[in-house]
């Protein structure tokens, strides 16, 4: 469908539900979301969002628990238990020549991480967000489970394990790292609780903020029946800090804090054994989600260059889940040495690695400049999978080379160590072992993202 052709069908659904002449304005599509499509507009004064599902998507490859239109559902739900949540207006009918989504208010806020973060004029809401998010949880926890809300797919600890084992080996994908967190999984599954309703994403980039405080929770797809734990625990996993890796509580808040502010807000009390489980489960979600988008950009279903990049953030998963398999105290013994490595100098034809750099410094200095919206957002993503290019080729058969070395003098091939791995035979106690995994997970982070703060924060620990 042409934009003209989509903003005219937008238009006479407007009038529709709205029974009010009027045009539909200033359409645009966000920036975000990697999953589902969202375009804000404005028709007869009113400022309202279309959320809805990728031409030809279905729930089952979007790797969705529940349909958008129960996703629209479970939001009317949450309005009338008085969470912060957007009014959703209609739902779109296959009459309406739109595809599958809704349409909702649209309220005022910033969802990007880093002014929320950072800014000046949000000093306000970070002073109030751990206990805003916390009293936000503890009402959705408290949903009655009726209506719609009876269809959300229910999750327990033992299950979503399973299924997150399934979906990972459906890749193909050989972890180490991986291996062994599946396997402490196992051995530290937590006692079954009573199932409550969960956001499933609750975070930076899904929660809308203003100036003075939390505005709405946004992006309800991933909602289902569990322990409430897991969305505690979700929200401090370190994908979700962003660029502030020593606050665990999306990069503005302890989770101490966190939890004291959950209880007095009227949720239970939470164990940190409890908590911890969740915390390295929804760290290695997000390292499994990273390959589910590898596999959408491989199969065609989507050829985003987003799901492309970010399917290389695979890296910055398996060094979060050292640190935390390896516990808070650094092992003196298992200190490594790490300096950026140098590159080679150069007297033949132009390298790949020099290509990359060639267009980077194209896209920085002639393109970026006069990009705006999702076109700038798209030459940033660009950069970024430049430099793995550039990277890999400079450093990859080196760093290679040097783990071979590493598992050699370990005694074990790199079969041997996947086999242990899912045995539960990986040893964080043992120094040399540690070591090899630190460095290697540093290698590998260094050629995907040097500048992720979670390789900053390993820096200060293991060096």
């Known amino acids: 469908m042409t934009d003209a052709g989509f903003a005219k069908k937008l238009d006479q659904l407007c009038r529709r539900v709205f029974d009010e002449a009027g045009e539909v304005e200033g359409l645009k599509r966000l920036t975000g979301g990697a999953n589902m499509e969202t375009w804000a ?78 800014g000046d004029a949000y000093a306000p809401a970070r002073r109030v967000f751990v206990a805003e998010c916390a009293r936000e949880l503890a009402a959705i926890h408290a949903m009655d489970v009726t209506g719609p809300l009876t269809r959300l797919p229910e999750l327990p600890s033992s299950l979503a394990t399973a299924n997150l084992r399934q979906r990972y080996d459906g890749f193909g994908c050989q972890s180490v790292v991986f291996e062994a967190t599946f396997a402490w999984l196992d051995a530290n599954e937590p006692e079954s609780v009573a199932p409550c309703v969960l956001h499933g994403d609750f975070r930076l980039g899904n929660l809308l903020v203003k100036e003075k405080g939390l505005s709405a ?53 939470i164990s940190m054994q409890r908590f911890r489980f969740w915390l390295v489960y929804s760290t290695l979600w997000w390292g499994t989600s990273c390959l589910l988008m590898a596999n959408f950009w491989r199969t065609g279903f989507d050829r985003s260059l987003e799901r492309a990049v970010i399917g290389r953030r695979v890296s910055e998963v398996e060094l979060e889940l050292v640190m935390l398999l ?57 950069l970024t999978g430049l430099g793995m290019i550039e990277r890999s080729n400079a450093f990859g058969a080196r760093f290679e080379a040097a783990q071979d070395a590493r598992r050699a003098a370990l005694g074990f091939s790199r079969n041997e160590m996947l086999a242990r791995a899912a045995r539960g035979e990986i040893d964080f106690a043992d120094a040399e072992t540690l070591r090899h995994l630190r460095l290697s997970t540093l290698e590998q982070l260094y ?5 992720y703060a979670g390789f900053k924060a390993a820096l200060a620990k293991w060096t």
């Not at 606050?247 to 949720?267: H, Q, R, T």
């Not at 050629?447 to 500048?451: A, E, L, R, S």
Request: hydrophobic share 40%; charged share 25%.
């Open 217 to 269: 929770v946004l992006d309800w797809e991933l909602a289902h029946l569990g322990d409430p734990a897991q969305d505690l625990a979700y929200i401090c996993a370190p994908a979700w800090r962003f660029t502030n890796h020593d606050k665990p509580v999306a990069g503005l808040g302890d989770i101490a804090e966190f939890l004291s502010a959950y209880e007095a807000a009227g949720g239970e009390k």
């Open 41 to 118: 507009f404005d028709y007869a004064g009113r400022e309202l969002v279309l959320r809805r599902m990728p031409a030809g998507a279905t729930d089952a490859e979007e790797g969705m628990g529940i349909s958008i239109e129960t996703e629209a559902e479970v939001i009317q739900a949450a309005c009338r238990a008085n969470v912060s949540a957007p009014d959703v207006i209609t739902i779109l009918a296959a009459g309406d020549e739109l595809g599958r989504g809704f349409v909702m208010t649209r309220l005022p806020g910033e969802t990007l991480a880093k002014p929320i973060q950072r």
């Open 326 to 382: 390896e516990g808070v105290t650094p092992d003196e013994t298992a200190k490594v040495c790490w300096a950026e490595p140098a590159r080679e100098q150069r007297h033949n034809e132009t390298g790949d690695d020099e290509l990359a750099v060639a267009l980077t410094e194209w896209i920085s200095k002639d393109i970026l400049p006069d990009a705006t919206g999702r076109d700038k957002f798209q030459g940033l993503v660009a």
């Open 447 to 451: 050629i995907d993202q040097p500048k």
